[in-house]
T-cell receptor
């Protein structure tokens, strides 16, 4: 399909483990965002990429979280030494018009840290 | 940073009646206000948005109003239908949805009673 694709859809891991979450944005969308949505809450901004560079990473909660987008398309969110509080749905969104248009969200990756 | 408050957290209306969801924001520099609909287990999808140079916008059964002086905006759904049942999120941005991402409210669970 032509939408934003995220993998895995579900990830269960143990506390202290490392996880990677992948986002394939809509083709041609230069802007890419990661959000985190906890149960019963609205999405919380984590990081914004314009092309290959992280234009705004002010939402990353701490240095255990890192994201890359090496070729300006696919992005990977990396979480080190996972904690139970990291459990949430991680949403990726993309847009071709970051200052004027809507965000197209993926279905999300549900992370559960035991 | 921006803070968005959303009320009510749950709203139950009879099918065919109107529903109103209200949001306030704190940053007077915010200039873009989208509304997203999220069905259970699905991705958030944009249903309507408004920019700060407009006071009201309508699209069929949904409308959004903005009061910049009071820093609040509202979503109005008329002639509600069962398929309107979902969680609705308001959001605000100072860059038109761009570099700082969107700040979301906590959501309103809209229930349409048959």
């Amino acid at each position: 399909g032509a939408g934003v694709s995220q993998t895995p859809s579900n990830k269960v891991t143990e506390k202290g483990k490392y996880v990677e979450l992948r986002c394939d944005p809509i083709s041609g969308h230069t802007a890419l965002y990661w959000y985190r949505q906890s149960l019963g809450q609205g999405p919380e901004f984590l990081i914004y990429f314009q092309g290959t560079g992280a234009a705004d990473d002010s939402g990353l909660p701490n240095d255990r979280f890192f994201a890359v987008r090496p070729e300006g398309s696919v992005s990977t969110l990396k979480i080190q030494r996972t904690e139970r509080g990291d459990s949430a749905v991680y949403l990726c969104a993309s847009t071709s018009r970051p200052n004027t248009g809507e965000l197209f969200f993926g279905e999300g990756s549900r992370l559960t840290v035991l | 940073g921006e803070n968005v408050e959303q009320h009510p957290s749950t709203l139950s209306v009879q099918e065919g009646d109107s529903a109103v969801i209200k949001c306030t924001y704190s940053d007077s520099a915010s200039n873009y206000f989208p509304w997203y609909k999220q069905e259970l287990g699905k991705r958030p999808q944009l249903i309507i948005d408004i920019r700060s140079n407009v006071g009201e916008k309508k699209d069929q059964r949904i409308a959004v109003t903005l009061n910049k002086t009071a820093k609040h905006f509202s979503l109005h759904i008329t002639e509600t239908q069962p398929e309107d049942s979902a969680v609705y999120f308001c959001a605000a941005s100072t860059t038109g949805g761009g570099a700082d991402g969107l700040t979301f409210g906590k959501g309103t669970h809209l229930i349409i009673q048959p």
